[in-house]
């Protein structure tokens, strides 16, 4: 994946637009301002923060039949483009790690499912596919083979859509207190605060100014976690970080308080979307 340049401006979006092309021959996209639909052929330019096409004529100011001139050879055009993208939103899943506080000491299984993604690593080793089969104590301590380990470890390539359209942009001075406040208010305790943070504070600050957004919901459909028997509290926390050259205004994304009760399962991890 190549990057030439970025940067483009347009009146009809208030963020950067890049000129790019998605290399999936099944893959359809429509402009977010004439609402017509394009193949792979067609290139678009393109807002990562919103998930924006807008298409050449749109671009340019054009009237909305008039013809596009996009060259067939696709050596050619790609040749001419900012970058490539895949449709589905290309991103490293780095350190997922899963903490697991039975009320009592319990043998459990922790089993995950991925779509559109694939494991590159995994520690422990899975005891069967896809699957841990722990002991764990209500201090957190989880037991395999008769090792000890604080949490289980994975991390996977994924191409699963990470949405945007609202957040917070943090500047490197002000990170460290943004994620103590929103990791309390998301439920996590001070031995896994302190791992998120000593995780993910060096990349804001290298990045100076990100836009963050805490991924839920919809996103987790794509990686099941299926714990047997069934916590009373699950906890997961996906953290999308992406690097600003300036401010932006964007909606501030509304986190919902958590309670922790009784057999608690928390992980959590995220990505930096350079």
């Known amino acids: 994946m190549k990057k030439k340049s970025l940067g483009l401006k347009n009146d009809n979006h208030k963020h950067e637009l890049t000129y790019i092309a998605r290399y999936n021959k099944n893959f359809y996209w429509r402009c977010d301002k004439c609402l017509n639909s394009f193949t792979y052929i067609n290139c678009s330019y393109y807002c990562s923060i919103c998930d924006y096409d807008l298409c050449k004529?749109?671009?340019?100011?054009?009237?909305?039949?008039?013809?596009?001139?996009?060259?067939?050879?696709?050596?050619?055009?790609?040749?001419?483009?900012?970058?490539?993208?895949?449709?589905?939103?290309?991103?490293?899943?780095?350190?997922?790690?899963?903490?697991?506080?039975?009320e009592t000491p319990m043998n459990i299984r922790v089993q995950l499912n991925l779509k559109k993604s694939e494991?590159?690593?995994?520690?422990?080793?899975?005891?069967?596919?896809?699957?841990?089969?722990?002991?764990?104590?209500?201090?957190?301590?989880?037991?395999?083979?008769?090792?000890?380990?604080?949490?289980?470890?994975?991390e996977a390539k994924s191409y699963n859509e990470q949405e945007m359209n609202e957040g917070?942009?943090?500047n490197a001075e002000m990170a460290q207190n943004f994620l103590e406040e929103k990791l309390k208010i998301l439920g996590l305790n001070d031995k896994e605060?302190?791992?998120?943070?000593?995780?993910?504070?060096?990349?804001?600050?290298?990045?100076?100014?990100?836009?963050?957004?805490?991924?839920?919901?919809?996103?987790?459909?794509?990686?099941e976690l299926k714990i047997t028997p069934k916590p009373e509290t699950i906890i997961r926390i996906f953290l999308s970080i992406k690097k600003i050259d300036s401010p932006i205004e964007i909606k501030e994304q509304k986190l919902n308080s958590v309670e922790r009760k009784g057999f608690t399962v928390v992980e959590w991890d995220g990505s930096n979307l350079e």
């Open 119 to 154: 494991f590159t690593i995994v520690y422990p080793k899975f005891n069967e596919e896809n699957a841990w089969n722990v002991h764990s104590s209500p201090n957190g301590d989880i037991l395999i083979n008769n090792k000890k380990y604080p949490y289980l470890f994975w």
């Open 57 to 102: 004529n749109c671009f340019d100011g054009l009237p909305p039949n008039t013809m596009m001139q996009y060259s067939m050879n696709q050596n050619r055009m790609w040749n001419n483009l900012d970058y490539f993208v895949n449709p589905f939103k290309y991103c490293q899943m780095r350190k997922p790690v899963i903490y697991i506080y039975p």
């Open 168 to 170: 917070f942009v943090i």
């Open 193 to 223: 605060t302190t791992d998120f943070i000593t995780y993910w504070l060096p990349i804001l600050y290298k990045n100076k100014l990100s836009l963050c957004t805490f991924q839920f919901g919809k996103f987790f459909e794509n990686y």
